[in-house]
């Protein structure tokens, strides 16, 4: 790792423990992390995932001293050694699928301001509806999505974007030999549909299925500075084969 940068340039180790390698640098408190330092933990995260299985922690994880390290990786080890096996192999596919809106903002109705009256009543039942019909074509959606790329895992949000579409945020967690079939699949699919919008990113860490995997695991004390960065994870756990431990 001698030639990986931490976050602002620091130097990165690997720590040793046990079956594991944990990827850690120093970090001094009074320097904020910012959106250039979750940039920075992403390319480390990156860097990892090309050599080997990356559980990465939350971005701006902390550790006071080596000896509360020490600590959160022996109380967690069965955990990541576990997420790490059902992970090992894979990765993850980001796909973003815009479609018109089927309730459109413009039949929207405003509440009225005097009172309870039928109006009210009745914009309350159209936004219901309308916010069904939304959930019934995402569900529709993304059942087509998984149909055609058959991943092992995915994670799918929906929301409405400023331009008045609905996005389907999808994660795919697929094996790593399959990467260029997904891509062969993505580029038919999106060449033939007309009804919505694909985007394709990928491949990136899991970040997605590592956060679901670890909810809940991490127990070091919060950042000692504000996170800006919106990212979903901050230092990398890594398995190496000959049973050695390491942070970075």
């Excluded at 694909?198 to 919060?222: D, E, I, K, N």
Aim: neutral net charge.
């Amino acid at each position: 790792m001698e030639s990986v940068l931490g976050v602002s340039g620091n130097q990165v180790f690997l720590y040793p423990a046990n079956d594991l390698a944990v990827v850690v640098s120093e970090h001094n408190p009074a320097e904020a992390l910012n959106q250039r330092s979750g940039v920075e933990y992403a390319r480390i995260v990156a860097d990892c995932f090309r050599r080997s299985t990356v559980l990465p922690f939350r971005f701006g994880t902390v550790f006071q001293d080596d000896e509360s390290l020490r600590r959160s990786i022996r109380s967690n080890q069965r955990q990541f050694l576990d997420h790490i096996d059902k992970l090992r192999g894979k990765t993850e596919m980001h796909l973003k699928v815009f479609l018109d809106d089927c309730g459109s903002h413009a039949h929207a109705q405003q509440m009225p301001s005097d009172g309870l009256d039928q109006r009210y009543f009745s914009s309350l039942r159209e936004n219901a509806s309308r916010q069904r019909e939304r959930q019934t074509r995402a569900r529709a959606v993304s059942f087509q999505m998984h149909r055609l790329f058959m991943p092992l895992d995915e994670e799918v949000s929906c929301r409405l974007t400023e331009g008045g579409k609905m996005m389907l945020d999808i994660a795919h967690l697929i094996d790593r030999k399959y990467v260029d079939r997904y891509l062969s699949k993505f580029s038919t699919t999106s060449a033939q549909v007309r009804e919505y919008q694909m985007q394709l990113s990928g491949p990136w860490p899991p970040y997605h299925f590592v956060h679901r995997l670890t909810c809940g695991v991490h127990h070091a004390p919060p950042p000692a500075a504000p996170v800006a960065a919106p990212l979903p994870a901050a230092v990398p756990v890594l398995h190496i084969p000959e049973a050695v431990l390491a942070l970075a």
